[in-house]
């Protein structure tokens, strides 16, 4: 039925199934935010792929390998985070002098707030909130009145932008704009 797009039987395996997913995700995972975008992007892509489904005839084990396989994927981009951040630190520690180090974060920083500047105002206030004051998308959507997905749209293309912007500018360091450039800007204007 929901190969036919029968939202009434999405709905009700939705309901059948996320609690369980969710549980077997946030085991894992051990943050509820996290575990919920998961879980979303789970049945999202099951709705948008309905039309190409078979009859399957476990659909738990097609949920649970699905849960499995988005939770290893999110380690991986983890563990692609942090070692970027690792060699990113052990870059800016290379620098000769701390004078160049100043120099650099200063100019960063200068453009960081350039394109901050430049945003939208919903766009950048749920960037400022996100990034600077450290609140959860949940909080954000609350404190905004807007919904979730938006929020979480708002935020990614702040990120584009503040790319774009610092590949352009600092190309060498576009790994950077990628991986630090919230945690830099939160830290920089608290300096």
Known sequence: MIKNGNARAFKELYNRYKESVFLMIYRRVRDEEETEDIVQEIFLKLWLGRESLVELDNLDYYLFGTARNMVISHYRKKDVQLKGEGFLIAQLDNLEGS????????????????????????????????????????????????????V????????????????????????????????????????
């Not at 004078?99 to 950048?124: C, F, G, M, R």
């Not at 774009?164 to 608290?190: D, T």
């Open 99 to 150: 004078a160049d180090k100043d120099i650099l974060i200063n100019e960063l920083n200068s453009k960081i707030q350039e394109v901050v500047d430049s945003l939208p105002p919903n766009i950048k206030a749920c960037y400022h909130l996100s990034r600077s004051e450290g609140k959860k998308i949940k909080e954000i959507a609350s404190n905004l009145n807007l919904s979730e997905q938006t």
């Open 152 to 191: 979480r749209n708002n935020i990614s293309e702040a990120l584009r932008r503040l790319r774009i912007s610092l590949n352009r500018s600092y190309p060498e360091f576009m790994l950077l704009a990628i991986l630090l450039v919230g945690k830099l800007h939160a830290k920089l204007i608290l300096s």
